[in-house]
């Protein structure tokens, strides 16, 4: 069969609706709970994690632009993903829609680029967790060894302000370890944590933006927009490669829909989850930076954890120490979400034979795909104990905006080839808002220069190579079956 095959909406769509008690996925999570998911994944990847490296070596103060364009692209794509959502209530998110339109090597691209998004992000996260975590420990006095919190290619500033090079990231890998954990034992018991977590991190940003705007100064301000250095270093190119690489900061709308076929009612739910998550978050970004680059010096913030700088500027020890707890618990439900979301893209892909069974393979008492779950584990934390944050950053930047090119491409594809199926939520305006999607969101991929683009190529040549040696020969669709 041809490699552009593609899956029928109507196989799609019926296991959507599970074909045994023992190959589908629980539906447990509501319409809360997924606005809540949402939030677990947008509110702490951006805010904790690559907001002080986007302004410190992009953008400068005008980082909030940065979030602007950034959260423009991601409500046009909001809007497609909707659309698949509640079309296809299934586990696998972009893989899932594009196998429907637009063929099986275009859906195994779009699956492995996928891992970049969850499995690199859920690495970045957890270098900025660990940051967090040696920032909470300094202010009680602990100090953990400099081998054991960094990773050999990237120095970390210490709160003493010393740069060091370590052996591994330690911190890093055990969170990833916990959170898989968590994730093996059941997707309810997991929402349930993320719910609590969400509360914590939500008041976490709204005390800082309150607090924080106290202790503004405003020469952090200027220049708004510093001049150009060179390609993406300030400047409006600076702005640009900085919206790009925040953009990994809204991924969380994207994680809603890999939880699609946990979902109690997709077709009411999804879009709920979606927009919703995204809308909440882009108002709480923008504020957010607006008072980090006015509390510490955009130059300052080129760190993995950016909170834990501008709250030690705020003379108030009490607070400080509290929120950088919070924040810390905030970081760990984004990580908690990226891991799901990888581990169900990958549950998709192995139930139709483009990756083997092990991924598909569900436990005998927590009916989750454990052994996925392991092997992302392994993965992540060897990205997590020795990869520098900005490259993993930019790399999971790269592959969500792929994502959502071609998901926006998705929509236009469909609505030729299946113009009377079911939509109970329909994307406003289109051809319109689908072709701006793909071009706001190409935009920002090519803002992000060309050694990102380098990465990805080698990355999808990689791909490649796994799909022509496996998963070709195994696919369920080239089968007929």
Same mark, same amino acid.
């Given at each position: 069969?041809?490699?552009?095959?593609?899956?029928?909406?109507?196989?799609?769509?019926?296991?959507?609706?599970?074909?045994?008690?023992?190959?589908?996925?629980?539906?447990?999570?509501?319409?809360?709970?997924?606005?809540?998911?949402?939030?677990?994944?947008?509110?702490?990847?951006?805010?904790?994690?690559?907001?002080?490296?986007?302004?410190?070596?992009?953008?400068?103060?005008? @980082?909030?632009?940065?979030?602007?364009?950034?959260?423009?692209?991601?409500?046009?794509?909001?809007?497609?993903?909707?659309?698949?959502?509640?079309?296809?209530?299934?586990?696998?998110?972009? +893989?899932?829609?594009?196998?429907?339109?637009?063929?099986?090597?275009?859906?195994?691209?779009?699956?492995?680029?996928?891992?970049?998004?969850?499995?690199?992000?859920?690495?970045? *996260?957890?270098?900025?967790?660990?940051?967090?975590?040696?920032?909470?420990?300094?202010?009680?006095?602990?100090?953990?060894?400099?081998?054991?919190?960094?990773?050999?290619?990237?120095?970390?500033?210490?709160?003493?302000?010393?740069?060091?090079?370590?052996?591994?990231?330690?911190?890093?890998?055990?969170?990833?370890?916990?959170?898989?954990?968590?994730?093996?034992?059941?997707?309810?018991?997991?929402?349930? *944590?993320?719910?609590?977590?969400?509360?914590?991190?939500?008041?976490?940003?709204?005390?800082?933006?309150?607090?924080?705007?106290? +202790?503004?100064?405003?020469?952090? +301000?200027?220049? /708004? @927009?510093?001049?150009?250095?060179?390609?993406?270093?300030?400047?409006?190119?600076?702005?640009?490669?900085?919206?790009?690489?925040?953009?990994?900061?809204?991924?969380?709308?994207?994680?809603? !829909?890999?939880?699609?076929?946990?979902?109690?009612?997709?077709?009411?739910?999804?879009?709920?989850?979606?927009?919703?998550?995204?809308?909440?978050?882009?108002?709480?970004?923008?504020?957010? !930076?607006?008072?980090?680059?006015?509390?510490?010096?955009?130059?300052?913030?080129?760190?993995?954890?950016?909170?834990?700088?501008?709250?030690?500027?705020?003379?108030?020890?009490?607070?400080?120490?509290?929120?950088? @707890?919070?924040?810390?618990?905030?970081?760990?439900?984004?990580?908690?979400?990226?891991?799901?979301?990888?581990?169900?893209?990958?549950?998709?892909?192995?139930?139709?034979?483009?990756?083997?069974?092990?991924?598909?393979?569900?436990?005998?008492?927590?009916?989750?795909?454990?052994?996925?779950?392991? *092997?992302?584990?392994? /993965?992540?934390?060897?990205?997590?104990?020795?990869?520098?944050?900005?490259?993993?950053?930019?790399?999971?930047?790269?592959?969500?905006?792929?994502?959502?090119?071609?998901?926006? @491409?998705?929509?236009?594809?469909?609505?030729?080839?299946?113009?009377?199926?079911?939509?109970?939520?329909?994307?406003?305006?289109?051809?319109?808002?689908?072709?701006?999607?793909?071009?706001?969101?190409?935009?920002?991929?090519?803002?992000?220069?060309?050694?990102?683009?380098?990465?990805?190529? *080698?990355?999808?040549?990689?791909?490649?190579?796994?799909?022509?040696?496996?998963?070709? !020969?195994?696919?369920?669709?080239?089968?007929?079956?």
């Amino acid at each position: 069969m041809s490699l552009f095959a593609t899956k029928p909406l109507e196989r799609i769509l019926r296991e959507a609706e599970g074909v045994g008690e023992h190959t589908t996925l629980n539906r447990t999570l509501g319409a809360s709970a997924l606005v809540a998911l949402g939030i677990g994944a947008i509110i702490g990847a951006g805010i904790f994690t690559l907001t002080g490296v986007a302004a410190g070596n992009h953008a400068g103060p005008a @980082i909030v632009l940065s979030f602007i364009l950034s959260a423009f692209g991601c409500a046009l794509a909001g809007f497609c993903y909707s659309e698949f959502a509640t079309m296809i209530p299934i586990a696998g998110s972009a +893989y899932t829609y594009s196998y429907a339109t637009m063929g099986e090597i275009v859906a195994w691209i779009i699956g492995w680029d996928l891992v970049l998004e969850y499995a690199v992000g859920a690495a970045t *996260v957890s270098i900025g967790w660990s940051s967090t975590l040696v920032s909470i420990l300094h202010s009680v006095g602990i100090n953990l060894p400099p081998q054991l919190i960094a990773s050999p290619f990237q120095p970390v500033q210490l709160p003493s302000g010393e740069l060091v090079h370590g052996y591994v990231n330690l911190p890093a890998v055990l969170v990833v370890a916990a959170m898989t954990w968590l994730l093996v034992t059941g997707i309810q018991e997991s929402a349930t *944590v993320n719910n609590v977590v969400v509360v914590l991190k939500v008041a976490v940003v709204i005390i800082f933006i309150v607090v924080g705007y106290g +202790y503004v100064n405003p020469t952090n +301000y200027e220049p /708004f @927009i510093p001049v150009n250095e060179g390609p993406g270093k300030f400047g409006w190119e600076g702005i640009l490669r900085g919206a790009g690489l925040i953009f990994f900061a809204y991924v969380g709308f994207d994680a809603v !829909s890999t939880a699609a076929q946990e979902a109690k009612n997709p077709k009411r739910d999804m879009p709920i989850g979606i927009i919703g998550s995204l809308a909440v978050c882009t108002v709480l970004y923008i504020l957010y !930076s607006r008072v980090l680059t006015g509390v510490v010096n955009y130059k300052d913030l080129a760190v993995p954890a950016p909170l834990a700088v501008a709250l030690d500027r705020i003379p108030m020890p009490w607070l400080a120490i509290s929120m950088k @707890i919070a924040s810390l618990a905030g970081l760990t439900s984004v990580i908690l979400v990226m891991l799901l979301g990888q581990s169900r893209v990958f549950f998709s892909m192995s139930r139709d034979g483009l990756l083997p069974g092990l991924f598909s393979k569900l436990h005998p008492n927590y009916r989750t795909p454990y052994l996925s779950n392991i *092997v992302m584990a392994v /993965f992540v934390g060897l990205f997590s104990a020795f990869a520098p944050v900005t490259v993993v950053g930019e790399m999971t930047s790269i592959g969500t905006l792929f994502a959502f090119v071609l998901v926006s @491409i998705g929509i236009l594809i469909m609505r030729k080839s299946h113009p009377n199926a079911e939509r109970p939520f329909r994307t406003p305006l289109v051809p319109f808002i689908p072709i701006l999607s793909a071009a706001v969101n190409a935009l920002m991929m090519f803002g992000l220069g060309w050694e990102n683009w380098m990465r990805l190529i *080698v990355w999808l040549v990689i791909g490649m190579a796994i799909y022509f040696g496996y998963g070709k !020969s195994h696919s369920k669709v080239q089968a007929g079956l």
